[in-house]
Every structure is written in C-alpha cells, then in structure tokens.
C-alpha cells in the first residue's frame, strides 16, 4: 500500500512538472492506460496521482473524453477592489453583461443593509461577470436610489465603481465582507457555464463612503474552480 501511495505521488510531480514547464490550459494529458504503460504503475496509481491533482484543482476530468489541464485558478487579494480592479491586475480583461435592472421594495433584510427604511425603494443589479470572456461571477448589487439618481438606467458593460466614482463623485472607502463555500444552483451553473452543484464562493459586501453611509450591498458566486482567495495576514500584536 505505502509503496502504491510513493509511486503514485511520484508520478503526480512528475505530471506538475510536465504541466508547469508550459502545458496550456485545457490540453489533453495521455490516457490512465498510457500513462500506466510509460511509468510501469498500475492503472490504480494512475487514478491516485490524477485524483489529487484534481483535487488541488491542476486538471480537470470529462466523463469519456479524459483529463485536461485546468485553467490557472484566479488569486483574489483582500484588499477593496473592484471586479474590475481584480481582473486587470491579473492580465485579464474584465466584463459584464447585465442580466436585470429594477426598482424593488428594500424590505427588512435589504433595508437594514442599506440603512433605508424597508418600504423604501433599492435598485437591483444583477451582472454575469466575465475574466478573457469566460463567465467567472454572477453579481447582485443593491443600491440606494437617493444617492444614485437614475443609475439603473446608465448601467452597462463598465465597471460600476468607476460610474459611481466619476458620475456621482462618490468614493468607497471600507466595507465589510464575509465569504462562505457554496454550490451553483442549477440555474446559476447555467449562465455561468459550469456544472450544476459545482463548488462556488459566495461572497457578500456592505460597502461603505468616507461618512460611513451604505454605498452598496452585494451578494456575488464566484466560480470555485476559478477562483482562490489570497489573505496577507499580521500577527496581533
Ligand atoms: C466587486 C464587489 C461588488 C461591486 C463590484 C464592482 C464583492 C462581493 N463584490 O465584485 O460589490 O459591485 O466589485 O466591480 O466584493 P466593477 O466596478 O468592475 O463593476
């Protein structure tokens, strides 16, 4: 058994070392049996080494077709930026297409994000977020129309912390957000082009402006095959 677990954990480096000196993302790695053939192992060794680099997220299986190399997983620093901000500093370019655009009653949950009382109207904005086209987040943003005036109707493709910025000089400054583990629902999985029940990130934020007023609350999934959260963290002193 110990044996079968050091052959199959060499073969695994060897398969990181293949892939990191420049497979592309998405090519073909040999069949088990070949592999299994090339390394003298059995073909339980192999399923072992492809197991965990699934698991660490390098390859990715297709039922009938065979093991591909994944996509690099997309770091995301925790530091208050938007999608935007986040895609161009990684060399891609961002995107979004917006799904619906409405005037909704706050109600209490709302409400209480946002600071207005819950018969009080919010807009809602929902955008499929894209990284180099591909469909990486879906983004529901709940804002205060007194402070953004006709917003839902100037709503496109561009990053919406730069109309905020530039169409209603308003600038946030800090926000509070929390991040748990997820599935896709069905019809999430759907426009976000991914399986249905894959793991995702869901990941909520109350941004906040220089006085403390509620800029925006926003409820993203984020892809969890695509994405990886990078902390830079401090001991206490
Ligand atoms: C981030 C924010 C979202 C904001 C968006 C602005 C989270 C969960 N979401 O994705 O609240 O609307 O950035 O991005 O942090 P944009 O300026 O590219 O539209």
Same mark, same amino acid.
């Given at each position: @058994?110990?044996?079968?677990?050091?052959?199959?954990?060499?073969?695994?480096?060897?398969?990181? *070392?293949?892939?990191?000196?420049?497979?592309?993302?998405?090519?073909?790695?040999?069949?088990?049996?070949?592999?299994?053939?090339?390394?003298?192992?059995?073909?339980?060794? /192999?399923?072992?080494?492809? *197991?965990?680099?699934?698991?660490? +997220?390098?390859? !990715?299986?297709?039922? %009938?077709?065979?093991?591909? /190399?994944?996509?690099?997983?997309?770091?995301?620093? /925790?530091?208050?930026?938007?999608?935007?901000?986040? @895609?161009?500093?990684?060399?891609?370019?961002?995107?979004?297409?917006?799904? /619906?655009?409405?005037?909704?009653?706050? %109600?209490?949950?709302?409400?209480?994000?946002?600071?207005?009382?819950?018969?009080? *109207?919010?807009?809602?904005?929902?955008?499929?977020?894209?990284?180099?086209?591909?469909? @990486?987040?879906?983004?529901?943003?709940?804002?205060?129309?007194?402070?953004?005036? +006709?917003?839902? *109707?100037?709503?496109?493709?561009?990053?919406? !912390?730069?109309?905020?910025?530039?169409? !209603?000089? @308003?600038?946030?400054?800090?926000?509070?957000?929390?991040?748990?583990?997820?599935?896709?629902?069905?019809?999430?999985?759907?426009?976000?082009?991914?399986?249905?029940?894959?793991?995702?990130?869901?990941?909520?934020?109350?941004?906040?402006?220089?006085?403390?007023?509620?800029?925006?609350?926003?409820?993203?999934?984020?892809?969890?095959?695509?994405?990886? !959260?990078?902390?830079?963290?401090?001991?206490?002193?």
């Amino acid at each position: @058994m110990a044996e079968q677990h050091t052959k199959s954990e060499r073969l695994r480096r060897h398969l990181v *070392d293949v892939i990191d000196q420049g497979l592309e993302p998405h090519s073909k790695l040999p069949t088990e049996r070949d592999l299994a053939v090339e390394f003298e192992v059995s073909r339980l060794t /192999v399923r072992r080494a492809l *197991d965990r680099l699934e698991h660490e +997220g390098l390859v !990715y299986r297709v039922q %009938g077709a065979g093991t591909f /190399v994944a996509a690099p997983r997309i770091t995301k620093s /925790v530091e208050l930026t938007s999608f935007s901000e986040d @895609m161009r500093t990684r060399g891609l370019e961002p995107g979004s297409s917006v799904l /619906v655009t409405e005037t909704i009653p706050a %109600g209490a949950r709302l409400g209480a994000k946002l600071r207005v009382s819950p018969s009080d *109207d919010v807009f809602h904005i929902r955008r499929a977020r894209t990284a180099d086209g591909e469909p @990486m987040a879906l983004e529901d943003s709940y804002l205060n129309p007194r402070l953004f005036p +006709g917003l839902i *109707d100037n709503v496109g493709g561009e990053s919406l !912390y730069r109309i905020l910025e530039t169409e !209603y000089g @308003m600038r946030i400054e800090w926000a509070e957000q929390s991040v748990h583990a997820s599935v896709l629902e069905p019809e999430q999985a759907e426009l976000l082009d991914a399986p249905p029940f894959s793991p995702a990130f869901f990941v909520s934020r109350t941004s906040y402006d220089a006085q403390d007023r509620a800029v925006e609350y926003a409820e993203s999934t984020y892809r969890g095959d695509r994405y990886h !959260y990078e902390f830079k963290i401090h001991r206490s002193r």
